[in-house]
């Protein structure tokens, strides 16, 4: 079984920064993609930022030039670093993992618990 724990949330200014963690924990043998996707009140979820086990980024046009995705293979985690945020970026913020697991050896995807981003003055 693999479990996600994401970490890093609260409450923010407008214009202030935060930075989100995930970390993934179980019986793994690769992780493919990692990703944030964020979900606002009364709105659909939807991709905030993934990237690629070679390391390639995409992003949604909304976060490009203030959201940054990293990832540290060792520690099984993947970062995202909020800089300019804005009321708008208010959500619930979900890390999504594609990972292969030891047991199967079969690629399921997981989801981690959420954490919530609150953007306000």
């Known amino acids: 079984q693999v479990q996600l724990v994401e970490s890093g949330g609260g409450l923010v200014q407008p214009g202030g920064s935060l930075r989100l963690s995930c970390a993934a924990s179980?019986?793994?043998?690769?992780?493919?993609?990692m990703g944030w996707y964020r979900q606002a009140p009364g709105k659909q979820r939807e991709l905030a930022a993934t990237?690629?086990?070679?390391?390639?980024?995409n992003y949604a046009d909304s976060v490009k030039g203030r959201f940054t995705i990293s990832r540290d293979n060792a520690k099984n985690t993947v970062y995202l670093q909020m800089n300019s945020l804005k009321p708008e970026d208010t959500a619930v913020y979900y890390c999504?993992?594609?990972?292969?697991?030891?047991?199967?050896?079969?690629?399921?995807?997981?989801w981690g618990q959420g954490t919530l981003v609150t953007v306000s003055s």
């Open positions: 999504n993992y594609v990972v292969g697991v030891l047991t199967t050896l079969r690629y399921v995807e997981v």
């Open positions: 179980g019986s793994i043998f690769s992780i493919n993609t």
């Open positions: 990237i690629t086990s070679g390391g390639s980024t």
